[in-house]
C-alpha cells in the first residue's frame, strides 16, 4: 500500500542558535525515527528565512540523488548509527536512500 502524503508540523533543534524551531514535514518523514522529528512542543516559531537547516544526502536504488533535514544532531542518520532513510517513489511505494553525506546548518544575517 502506497503511504499517505499527510503534512505535520515538527520540532527542529538549531545547534548553531541553541532554539527549537517548527518546520511543515511530510509524514514519510516524520514518521521515521532515524530523523529525529517530533512534536512542537512550546516551540511555535517557524525556521527563520536566512537559515538552512542541517541536511543529509543520499543516492536511491536508480541512483538518483535526493536530500533530508535532519530534525536533531542526536538522530541516528546524522549520528551514522543508521545510513538509509526511505523516500517515496513515483508510484507511492516507499524507497530506501542510502547517505551519502551529511551537511550542517547555516544561517546568514
Partial sequence: ?????????????????????????????????????????GALTPIPTGMRPRHAEGVDSTGRRHSVVVAQTTADLWTRTSVQWNILDDTGALDAVTLTGLIGEAVTF
Avoid: C, E
Fill in 1 to 41: 500500500m502506497a503511504a499517505a502524503r499527510t503534512v505535520h508540523k515538527g520540532l527542529y533543534a538549531s545547534d548553531i542558535l541553541a532554539t527549537n524551531f517548527t518546520r511543515r514535514v511530510d509524514d514519510h518523514f516524520y514518521t521515521q525515527a532515524v530523523l529525529g522529528w517530533g512534536p512542537p512542543v
